[in-house]
């Protein structure tokens, strides 16, 4: 089971069959209208383009050499330009991570005091008041949405590198012995939460809790797989790792979401007198409202294409910052729509649809799907290319419900991956600091 939660196909139907099956649940239970032809196309090509594109890709891979044309690989196949991941090496990133999630808490701290001046109160009636927090918040962004705040840049530098931590978090929960692992856990998590209270906002931690999830979840994979090929040289059966700790996460994004819910009252706003049935409405309203909100941006929308604004968001920002592109009107927040309820995201098929038309429907899904294919078995074997594989799950996990890469914090997590976070598992280390893939009954606890 665990497998196909980091299989790249498998994700992405199980993700789309359920927000699909949702959504036309309440198309015929009257809910929502029926849907425009157009959107019909939409998902037909966005399902059928992404399994084109990671089957093509996994395929061409799988050829043998002297039929692609492409030459043997040698059987190592390692990147020397990398050095091995050792236990040493692991703690210490994980240390430099966590001590940027603390500078990135002071930053949202800081930023609180200059957004409480800037709107004339305090920094204490702003947290005594949830809902005025989270409204002068999304004011605030979005008023300075084409200008360049240190303070943006800096939370979007830290907060690049503290979700890197959370894959490496990941990796070291599977493969840990000590109970050192949860001390990360909780100091990780603890950081996160504080972060997400602070925004009022649950998608972030939940993001940096998905990345924790998909790393373990992919190591588990890996090492079931070997396990299974040695045993059936063997006679003994390893048991299977514990996956208990992983509800420690788990329990964190379910108190967050609580958190949220009750301080800014989201549950009632649904018009349900039960808390229960209130707080299981709007689970509901998140997995199936984002395709209905996509049908009517369809039904209304004007028909200029606006040629790669949306798609490649965070770079139009900075051309818009730089004047090389005419500037127009950027919020990630007005965008709305009551069906009767609100409704603020479109999937990701809005982004491509309002650029290209049908046209981006069909190609974007087919690059995502070919790109996984190409990261995935990469991802085995290095760490860098494990955090981009990881990003590339979390855009389809969150595909259904808005785009993933509108923030410059992805892009400088992928770079900060290549750049600082350069290791390679399974090779030879020093005796005194031993690699970190063990073997499947040497890494369980």
């Known amino acids: 089971m665990i497998a196909y939660l980091v299989n ?240 420690i996460p788990i329990f964190a994004i379910a108190l967050l979401f609580l958190a949220v819910d009750v301080l800014l009252h989201k549950s009632a706003a649904y018009g349900h007198t039960n808390p229960l049935q209130g707080f299981a409405f709007q689970v509901y309203w998140y997995l199936a409202s984002p395709l209905a909100a996509f049908n009517d941006f369809v039904t209304t929308f004007s028909g200029r294409w606006e040629l790669g604004e949306n798609t490649f968001f965070p770079f139009y920002k900075w051309l818009c910052r730089l004047d090389l592109v005419q500037q127009t009107e950027i919020s990630i927040y007005v965008e709305r729509v009551y069906l009767p309820y609100l409704a603020n995201v479109y999937t990701y098929l809005r982004n491509f649809y309002a650029d290209f038309g049908l046209l981006g429907v069909a190609l974007a899904p087919y690059v995502l799907g070919w790109l996984t294919a190409v990261v995935q078995r990469r991802a085995g074997r290095h760490i860098h290319y494990l955090n981009l594989y990881i990003i590339l799950l979390l855009l389809i996990a969150l595909s259904f419900f808005n785009f993933f890469l509108v923030s410059n914090q992805i892009y400088l997590q992928i770079l900060f991956g290549f750049v600082f976070f350069r290791y390679e598992w399974g090779a030879a280390g020093p005796a005194q600091s031993r690699p970190m893939l063990r073997s499947y009954q040497d890494s369980r606890t």
């Open 8 to 247: 790249p196909l498998s994700l992405f139907l199980g993700v789309w069959g359920t927000a699909t099956f949702l959504y036309f649940s309440g198309v015929l239970t009257g809910a929502f209208p029926w849907p425009q032809p157009a959107t019909v196309a939409a998902l037909l090509l966005n399902g059928g383009t992404f399994c084109l594109g990671y089957l093509t890709c996994s395929l061409f891979r799988d050829l043998p050499p002297r039929l692609t044309g492409r030459a043997a690989r040698a059987p190592t196949g390692g990147d020397q330009a990398c050095r091995p991941l050792t236990e040493d090496r692991l703690a210490r990133a994980l240390r430099i991570a966590l001590f940027v999630g603390v500078v990135s808490l002071g930053l949202e701290l800081y930023r609180l005091t200059a957004l409480a001046a800037h709107f004339n109160t305090s920094w204490s009636y702003l947290v005594a008041h949830p809902f005025v927090l989270r409204s002068r918040l999304v004011q605030f962004i979005s008023g300075g949405m084409s200008q360049t705040s240190l303070t943006v840049v800096l939370l979007s530098l830290t907060g690049s590198i503290f979700s890197i931590g959370f894959v490496l978090l990941g990796l070291l929960l599977y493969l840990g012995r000590t109970w050192w692992k949860y001390f990360y856990l909780f100091a990780f998590l603890s950081l996160a939460l504080l972060i997400g209270l602070l925004h009022m906002s649950r998608y972030e931690v939940t993001t940096n809790i998905l990345y924790l999830v998909f790393a373990y979840c992919f190591l588990h994979a890996q090492e079931s797989a070997k396990s299974q090929s040695s045993s059936l040289k063997s006679s003994r059966f390893p048991l299977p790792a514990s996956h208990f700790k992983l509800l």
